[in-house]
């Protein structure tokens, strides 16, 4: 399998403003990320970005590009990625159209991840931490509710939830502890904040 974390940062700081929705499993980066772009559905020069992902797409959550690894590795050798990473047994892409996006000086959305970040600032050096915070209790319960995942799996995200706390300085706490449109609002709020000139 190929390194994930092993891109080289870009020759030259890439204009426009990547927005990276960072927090734990279960913290509610794809419910807010969705919420924001319906609100914003009449802006269309905010890219949401698409991910693809080694998870079948049948599996639920946001909409991905499912790649199996063969898939994922060929994606590498032929360049369609500006960046990758893996964390929690699956591995993560993100599209080369993205470069071109934010090189035209616009905004970008996307669900990153804490362990990755420092090499998503490596790549994206403008790049905004937006981090979501939630009461642990209430992150064990969404995450069982969920259920996407097996108790086991779940057991090892709330692991992972603390692990990676010090992982980023966030431009932006938002914290979703409690109704998701209140968070979704402060991440709107954010997005438009960027778009401004
Ligand atoms: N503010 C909220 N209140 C109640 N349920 C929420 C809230 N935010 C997210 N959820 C639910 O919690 C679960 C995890 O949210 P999700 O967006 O999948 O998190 P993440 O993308 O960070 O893993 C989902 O089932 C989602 O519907
Ligand atoms: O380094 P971390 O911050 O822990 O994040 C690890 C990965 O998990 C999340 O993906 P995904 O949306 O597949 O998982 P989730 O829905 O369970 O958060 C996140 O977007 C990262 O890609």
């Known amino acids: 399998m190929?390194?994930?974390?092993?891109?080289?940062?870009a020759a030259a700081p890439v204009p426009g403003r990547l927005i990276v929705v960072l927090g734990p499993?279960?913290?509610?980066?794809?419910?807010?990320?969705?919420l924001a772009r319906a609100a914003l559905a009449d802006r269309p020069e905010v890219m949401?970005?698409?991910?693809?992902?080694?998870?079948?797409?049948?599996?639920?959550?946001?909409?991905?590009?499912a790649l199996?690894?063969?898939?994922?590795?060929?994606c590498i050798d032929e360049g369609r990625f500006a960046l990758t990473w893996a964390a929690n047994g699956l591995r993560y892409g993100l599209p080369r159209d993205l470069e071109a996006h934010l090189a035209q000086g616009r905004v970008a959305v996307v669900n990153g991840s804490r362990g990755a970040w420092r090499v998503i600032r490596d790549v994206f050096p403008g790049a905004l931490a937006v981090g979501i915070s939630i009461e642990p209790g209430?992150?064990?319960?969404?995450?069982?509710?969920?259920?996407?995942?097996s108790a086991t799996e779940i057991a090892a995200r709330l692991v992972r939830a603390s692990a990676l706390t010090d992982e980023v300085e966030a431009d932006l706490v938002i914290d979703n502890s409690g109704p998701a449109e209140i968070a979704g609002d402060r991440l709107v709020a954010y997005i438009r904040e960027a778009l401004a000139p």
């Open 138 to 149: 209430i992150l064990a319960h969404r995450l069982a509710a969920r259920g996407r995942e």
């Open 48 to 65: 949401f970005v698409r991910r693809a992902i080694t998870r079948p797409a049948e599996a639920g959550g946001e909409d991905h590009l």
């Open 68 to 74: 199996s690894d063969a898939e994922f590795d060929a």
């Open 25 to 34: 499993s279960g913290s509610g980066k794809d419910t807010l990320i969705g």
């Open 2 to 9: 190929a390194n994930a974390l092993d891109r080289q940062p």
